[in-house]
């Protein structure tokens, strides 16, 4: 009995060393494959790898897979089954690693319950971590994976290999520039606004004012794989669809707005939706940049409903319904002579009327009678107008209607972008006027007494304390102080 139970020891004792040291022997004889969906069989290790245009038409397969019966679905319905418990947990997890830029993510105490026909789920979870986390921005458009199966070919032993395309400097170096152009856009458009709408369409905004379409590459199929992520967008201003759609994202995630990213193989296009009042709604900024498609289209593709959507656009059914045509408004009522400032949208429909209506439709009112305008432009509390030659300025506080500029010809134009106003003329060619009043702290369009008080709540506070604003900062010296109170008074 006791030599029984000392050999049933020893063979227990070598099961387990056999078992701890098989896969570290074993990940050392892997080799990876890069091509796409390669397998590549080694001492019972296998690696195979996946592409983001894998996970792109996978979305497309989903969509037909649906729509089998039960029967041939059993695989699917295991790994569903298998979703629900742990997926959330994986996607945290691949997460972190990926943010501490691991090349090797050790997933197997997420995988214990799969079998290898799990590895289409397996991938399509972790890009639809990248996707919920575009701020990983920083690999590669593939992925592999190295797995082993247990006797009940059950998954034993699961690890990504995560490559980047950058050396460690380089790595080190975009994350960083990419965090503190996070901060910056949160610092100067977000961190004030408490609306959640607003922040929406700030966010919608600030994309189309700063990103341009990648059209030069994309007529010589040439766009780089930086211009389909959030850097692409939010630093070098140069983007396709999805990179449009992941830098909305990022901003989205920010601010607490809960978002994603929808993908169509079918359209080869990516755009967003959105949640706002537990109704979720379509946005696609892709399209409405005019750098996209020439013309000024404001709010042409901000929250539609599915019905609003589906007339140029189709998507597979696994995103959520979008029922609600609250916004519908801004197809309908507003057209290109409109500019957003705040909560409200201020617009010219052809009736000799400067109107506005709150972002949400709810509330609209007139703003000024007997005022036709061409264009219709804003900034800091104040529209420009234009009419044949001439541009008014209007205060939206004391509603003061003022001659701006004359010009010698026609004004076919009028832009703003970050705080400069860009006047195009048919034949005397095209000017530009800086309005930002950096005395102006509160953005109303005046600077008077209202500012100084303003400014004296951030006396003393430095660029690196948690309630810094920069634009309190008049004299740029990274300190709200006397010097800054000096500047203001002198334009009282
Ligand atoms: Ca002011
Ligand atoms: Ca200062």
Redesign the pocket.
Known sequence: MNKTLKLLKLFLSSLLLFALIFPFENIFASTLDSNSKDFNNTNNLTTISYSEEDYISSKKTYKEISNQTFKQNMNLFNSLTYNLNNEYELKQYIYSELKKCQTKIDISRFCTSLTPNDADYIFNTYFDTLYEYPDIFYTTDSVSFTYSTDSNNFISFCELQITYPYDKDTLNKVINDFSLKVAEINDLYLQDISNPLELEYEIYDYIINNTKYDYENLQSNTVPYISHTAYGSLINGIAVCDGYSKAAKVLFNLVGIDSGIIVSYEMNHAWNYVKFDNQYYHLDITWADPSFDTGKHNYSYFNLSDEEMSKDHIWPNIYPNCTSDKFSFLRKDIGYKSFRLKDKIYYDNYENKIKSISISGDASEVVLENTPSNHLIGYNNTLYIALGNEIKSINLSSKKLASFRNTNSFINNLDILNGILYIETYDSGNFQFDLKTPE?????????I??LSTLGLKYNVKSTDSIWRRRFDINKDSIIDLFDIIFLTKKL
């Open positions: 102006d702290v509160n953005c109303d369009g005046i600077v008077d209202l500012d």
